[in-house]
């Protein structure tokens, strides 16, 4: 059993759990994700990997409550236990010394940012971070992004907070007048990895995205998370999660993300 060492309640829909797993500690890396399973019958959701404490033998992972299961899991607190939590799973995140690189984080999607702007600012780099959210309430880790970053740079859509607008208004502006960014990592909701990637395109920057579709078994064997990926299939599990943003077949990852969604809507009745 996996025990549930602290929560924080971040917002009424984002959580932030502590787990301890000395294993999956001892070898996660900034990039990868774990999958858990919060009782035998439960149904296994990927998670991506927000930090990870070696001495503490600790992963940390920050969820939307946005289906039935990661509902169930926001109404765990600390001192409760899961059934599975398997991982490192992915490839880990390309880090280098690659000199001006822009982070971008969008909603809960700043939280698998902050260990790749880390590890980047560890690698040398200057890391200038953009994170966003809808609204000032959704903001998440702005002190941690800080810490990691050279720079900061925030937006909120509805303009309580920082930039009136969006991630990819202050991005276009680095680009514009900042010039010389070696990388771009986007993570974030599909549209906006999507809007990152199209604002990066231009520019001819490379741009790492981080795919995050149904998962099923996490080994490469059901093809529930395919993408296409410069026209071919790739599994984001085993191949991913991250990819090439200019290569990803964004129409086809949006109509995938929504197959489910129906059926999720049933049982959250
Ligand atoms: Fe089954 Fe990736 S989750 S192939």
Redesign the pocket.
């Known amino acids: 059993m996996y025990r549930i060492v602290r929560k924080e309640v971040m917002s009424p829909v984002i959580k932030l759990m502590e787990i301890e797993a000395p294993e999956v500690a001892a070898k996660a890396q900034a990039g990868q994700f774990i999958i858990l399973r919060i009782d035998e019958e439960g149904e296994r959701i990927p998670l991506t990997i927000a930090d990870f404490d070696r001495t503490r033998g600790t992963i940390t992972t920050i969820f939307q409550e946005v289906g039935y299961t990661t509902r169930r899991l926001g109404t765990l607190e600390a001192g409760d236990a899961l059934a599975d939590f398997v991982g490192p799973l992915g490839q880990p995140s390309e880090i280098a010394n690659y000199g001006r690189v822009v982070c971008v984080g969008g909603g809960v999607g700043v939280a698998p940012v902050y260990p790749i702007a880390r590890a980047l600012k560890e690698a040398g780099n200057e890391v200038i971070s953009i994170i966003g959210a809808r609204t000032k309430e959704l903001l998440i880790w702005e002190d941690e992004m800080r810490a990691v970053s050279s720079e900061l740079l925030v937006a909120t859509d509805d303009g309580s907070y920082g930039h009136h607008g969006f991630v990819t208004d202050l991005l276009k502006q680095v680009l514009e007048e900042r010039g010389n960014v070696a990388r771009v990592w986007g993570i974030g909701p599909v549209v906006m990895m999507r809007a990152v990637a199209e604002t990066t395109r231009p520019f001819g920057v490379p741009t790492i995205v981080s795919m995050n579709p149904i ?11 395919r993408v296409s990926v410069g026209g071919e299939t790739k ?4 191949d991913g999660p991250e990819f090439d943003g200019h290569q990803v077949d964004w129409q086809l990852a949006l109509r995938r993300m929504n197959m489910y969604r129906e059926e999720e809507e049933r049982i959250l009745k």
């Open positions: 998962m099923v078994d996490g080994t490469g064997m059901c093809g529930a998370c599994f984001a599990c085993v």
